[in-house]
């Protein structure tokens, strides 16, 4: 059966009004995320592996490294990849086929979120100039989709991309060589970023939507933050935010932010 | 010949006969209908049942009885070459053969016009993920509440030169001496109905019947783990 | 009840001529196989399997809880959460129907209590022509695995019962595994949604009413169950 049936209307008048009262229906704050459990290694063929749960959402990032070429407007800098699937494996709302929008979307703002935020230092991932450089893939899959994805999927690329180790470099083939690994992790910035989305439900704003809160969703700011820094933003889904309010969903991103950084700190350990 | 087995020492130091330690597991993906995770040594897949349910598109729709619908995929980060994301020429052979290891113990005829999805998925490939996606996606199905007649099973059997040992790993389907490796994946009913059966490399015909007996015994092995996963799953 | 056994498909649970093959098990050659993964349960020798996993697989009778999908020239075609089209005409909708606007009765995304009064090959007919039945006009509606509606509903209702008793609420649990609470306060209807989840999780174990009754007390107490109370202290 359908499971995962869209929340229906009686129930999301609920959610609205609860939420009006400064409640949520699983009795976090609004403002507070779900349990985050970080799993690293999961695939020990990737360079660096995690499973992300926050909640009952669950996605698994990978990172992979190649020698391939750089951009001429980069010739001296390594290639960041990001693609992230939905599976249908993760919900009975996801089809089978070619990505679809909300897929390219998570890929899309996680690339913008790690490039902006300049953690990877791509100018260190150049082997030789205008020649061979480090490719950096980061691939995230949905495992199951109990809302938030997105930024289940940001914690997940960083924590890979940090436990991540560069492969070997065979000089005579000019590529990688996966049975000889270094020690030698990833030139990443000390801070690292995190992306935040604050959700407008009615009224109310809030972070970590459950699929039911995600359902009612009317508008969505997602954030990239590194170090009290905003680096990137994507505003969702289209209902206007009157611009007064934009600059209180702007506190309770940089405020929610410092919370969040501290769960995935203690997830990381 | 039979000596010369005896002498056959295996990369990781198995037993000709011996699988990999095996872990499994049901109940992983709450949206899903039914969902397994199986792990043999390196090699780890994970599935997801959804259905029976009405058939989308209505023109793939069987009046007479219900379509099994199986999509395995390796995950980009599952192997050392990074593959390309989305579906190849391989991902789409296998997923028809999983259909067919699988069809025939389901009841399809109990579900006429409606579709049973499977999703497989390899999360960390170290050979035998064929093999793997079968057995977690038999867990998923009976997990799912699918009537079936029994579980399926799967294996890979090989031979390395003259040897004939389960469960390959990839530095054995490497194996480049003598003959070199023959890979014979076969999936079965434990009580010995085969559902599929591939060959690459070469073999007679009398050593073939015994990679099937081979199998036959790995099959009771493995089906008495998926069968404690499902009994362990219900408290 | 004794220790609840579990099959797995293809499984032996019997063999000779003792038992009987009930729902989902097949007899071949003197053994009784299961075909489904489920409680083992025998009655007058009859063995079958009752499921504890799968979708929903309506019967004729059950009271559900749909979603209107799609309008036509003569009805509503209805999501029950089932792979049959489920379908409700104009009349079986015990009240005047415009014609010309159906979607003044129902709403494409409106809810409703509904029963299945026929199955056939075409699909499922509803009706709305009995007591309890019709549109949801507001209350928390979520989903539960349809295999646990027994447990939830219990013996003869008992166990609904003790939920609505312990939190004022009215509760509709549908077939189909979708369930409604309607009461006084959020905090009254989470508590009914919670005691529930509470019984799907623990659905099989023994002395599930006990066990109910005990989480009840372990939330804080039974609050608006007001008769009950004064008994208690008739006790003492």
Redesign the interface.
């Given at each position: 059966?359908?499971?995962?049936?869209t929340t229906?209307?009686?129930?999301g008048?609920?959610i609205r009004?609860?939420l009006e009262s400064g409640?949520r229906?699983d009795e976090r704050d609004l403002l507070e995320f779900r349990d985050i459990v970080i799993e690293k290694g999961?695939?020990?063929?990737?360079?660096g592996?995690v499973r992300v749960k926050v909640g009952?959402s669950?996605v698994?990032v990978?990172?992979?490294m190649?020698v391939g070429t750089p951009y001429p407007d980069s010739a001296d800098k390594g290639n960041l990849i990001v693609?992230a699937?939905l599976?249908?494996?993760?919900?009975?709302r996801y089809e089978?086929g070619?990505p679809k929008f909300p897929a390219i979307e998570v890929g899309r703002l996680i690339d913008r979120y790690i490039r902006e935020s300049k953690f990877i230092q791509m100018e260190k991932l150049c082997i030789t100039e205008g020649e061979k450089v480090w490719n950096v893939?980061v691939?995230i899959?949905s495992?199951?989709?109990?809302g938030n994805l997105l930024d289940a999927a940001g914690i997940g690329a960083v924590a890979a991309l940090k436990i991540a180790k560069i492969p070997g470099y065979n000089e005579e083939t000019g590529k990688a060589d996966?049975k000889h690994m270094t020690d030698k992790s990833l030139p990443l910035e000390k801070e690292m970023p995190v992306t935040i989305t604050v959700h407008k439900v009615g009224k109310s704003f809030l972070v970590d939507p459950s699929r039911e809160e995600e359902d009612l969703c009317d508008a969505r700011v997602t954030f990239g933050i590194k170090g009290g820094v905003i680096s990137s933003i994507q505003k969702g889904e289209s209902n206007a935010i009157d611009f007064e309010i934009m600059k209180d969903v702007i506190d309770i991103a940089a405020k929610s932010v410092v919370e969040l950084e501290k769960k995935i700190e203690k997830a990381l350990k | 010949m039979a000596k010369k087995t005896e002498n056959f020492e295996r990369p990781d130091g198995r037993k000709l006969n011996e699988l990999r330690p095996i872990k499994a597991r049901v109940g992983v993906i709450p949206n899903a209908d039914g969902s397994a995770i199986y792990q043999s040594g390196d090699t780890i897949a994970i599935a997801a049942v959804y259905g029976p349910k009405k058939m989308h598109p209505q023109h793939q729709q069987d009046p007479a009885k219900g379509v099994l619908r199986c999509s395995y995929n390796m995950m980009t980060f599952s192997v050392s070459d990074r593959i390309k994301p989305g579906t190849s020429r391989r991902s789409t052979e296998i997923s028809k053969i999983t259909e067919w290891a699988l069809e025939p113990v389901l009841m399809l005829d109990k579900f006429p016009g409606q579709v049973i999805d499977i999703f497989i998925h390899i999360i960390q490939a170290d050979a035998g993920t064929r093999c793997a996606g079968i057995n977690a996606a038999s867990m998923a199905l009976a997990h799912a509440g699918v009537p079936m007649k029994n579980l399926v099973c799967s294996v890979s059997v090989g031979k390395l030169d003259k040897t004939l040992v389960v469960d390959l790993t990839k530095e054995e389907e490497d194996f480049e001496e003598g003959e070199g490796p023959t890979d014979i994946p076969v999936s079965m009913t434990p009580d010995g109905k085969i559902t599929h059966l591939q060959l690459d490399g070469k073999i007679g015909p009398e050593q073939l019947k015994e990679v099937l007996d081979i199998g036959k015994k790995a099959i009771e092995e493995i089906y008495e783990i998926q069968k404690k996963a499902l009994k362990e799953a219900f408290n | 009840m004794t220790e609840r056994k579990i099959a797995i498909p293809g499984e032996i649970i019997a063999e000779g001529e003792d038992y009987l093959p009930g729902e989902w098990t097949e007899k071949r050659e003197g053994k009784i196989y299961a075909l489904k993964y489920g409680l083992i349960e025998e009655a007058n020798k009859l063995l079958k399997i009752i499921p504890v996993s799968g979708t929903y697989s309506p019967r004729r009778g059950n009271v559900v809880i749909g979603k209107i999908e799609n309008i036509t020239f003569n009805g509503w075609v209805v999501d029950i959460g089932a792979p049959e089209n489920a379908f409700l005409t104009v009349m079986e909708v015990p009240q005047y129907v415009n014609k010309d606007a159906l979607e003044e009765v129902f709403d494409i995304g409106d809810m409703l209590v509904a029963k299945i009064w026929s199955m056939n090959k075409r699909g499922i007919d509803l009706s709305l022509k009995a007591k309890g039945l019709g549109k949801i006009d507001e209350g928390l509606i979520f989903e539960i695995n349809p295999n646990k509606v027994p447990r939830v509903i219990g013996k003869e209702g008992s166990m609904i019962n003790l939920i609505k008793d312990n939190t004022g609420c009215d509760i509709t649990v549908g077939q189909n595994g979708r369930v409604l609470i309607e009461g006084d306060s959020i905090e009254g209807e989470l508590k009914a949604k919670k005691a529930i989840m509470h019984i799907v999780e623990k659905s099989y174990i023994e002395g599930l009413t006990e066990e109910v009754e005990n989480w009840f007390k372990s939330q804080g107490g039974l609050a608006p169950k007001r008769e009950v109370s004064k008994d208690l202290e008739d006790d003492e």
């Open positions: 059966m359908d499971k995962v049936m229906p209307g009686t129930t008048e609920r009004e609860y409640k229906f999961i695939s020990n063929k990737a360079e592996s009952e669950e698994l990978g990172v992979k190649d693609t699937e599976l249908p494996l993760s919900s009975p089978a070619p893939y691939d899959y495992i199951n989709d109990d996966y | - | -």
